[in-house]
């Protein structure tokens, strides 16, 4: 079974303090990707990597930043993190998307990580 | 920018009745529209998807239905079961292409009553 593993479940931080939520996965999947899900907007798209140092901006990158040094994980850092990045973060990967016809184009999502920035 | 629209937002059904979520897109190039499940406490799942050149896909109690002309696509839950109860997302994207972005619906809420 894939696992895309997210190492912090519940996290408490502080306004202005460096958060790093870590990421990884197991079935050598070229895409990553971090997403935000808070009630009634569904699941937006922060930033993606396509494969090892490789990143690009999603839909609400702002206040974050990516690192991606191995292909099996991917971090997600708030860079000075504020009241309004309290929210559920869900890590995800898949195949390469021309890889879809032989292996097929399932989004594998983590667990999530419930962030409280007081 | 492309957008997916999801309806309704939350479903109340008595188990054993179905249940119909509703999913537009704007972008008539997408191909491809999965369907997640979310429990509490879980990440989303797959439960079933459907690529553009097919117009109905089964998988026991759950169907979908793809619309192309009107840029609509439904999920169909049959003899619901409590277990049935969780947050429903619909997609779309495009590709395959170097980057195939998944535009995800705000998710539905579905509720149901032993």
């Known amino acids: 079974d894939v696992k895309v593993t997210q190492s912090s479940r519940y996290l408490v931080k502080r306004t202005g303090e460096k958060v790093f939520l870590e990421c990884v996965q197991d079935?050598?999947?070229?895409?990553m990707f971090w997403y935000r899900q808070d009630p009634g907007l569904g699941l937006r798209l922060i930033y993606f990597s396509y494969d090892v140092k490789m990143k690009e901006k999603g839909d609400i990158p702002e206040g974050y930043s990516v690192s991606r040094e191995k292909k099996e994980r991917f971090s997600l850092i708030l860079e000075s993190a504020s009241t309004n990045q309290t929210s559920m973060y869900l890590c995800a990967s898949r195949f390469r998307t021309y890889d879809v016809i032989r292996r097929g184009n399932t989004i594998y999502f983590g667990e999530g990580s419930w962030l409280t920035v007081v | 920018g492309e957008n997916v629209e999801q309806h309704p937002s939350t479903l109340s059904v008595q188990e054993g009745d179905s249940a119909v979520i509703k999913c537009t897109y704007s972008d008539s190039a997408s191909n491809y529209f999965p369907w997640y499940k979310q429990e509490l406490g879980k990440g989303p799942q797959l439960i079933i998807d459907?690529?553009?050149?097919?117009g109905e896909k089964k998988d026991q109690r759950i169907a979908v239905t793809l619309n192309k002309t009107a840029k609509h696509f439904s999920l169909h839950i049959t003899e619901t079961q409590p277990e049935d109860s969780a947050v429903y997302f619909c997609?779309?994207?495009?590709?395959?292409?170097?980057?195939?972005?998944?535009?995800f619906g705000p998710g539905t809420s579905l509720s149901v009553i032993p």
């Open positions: 459907i690529r553009s050149n097919v």
């Open positions: 079935m050598d999947h070229e895409n």
């Open positions: 997609a779309a994207s495009k590709g395959p292409t170097s980057y195939d972005k998944v535009i």
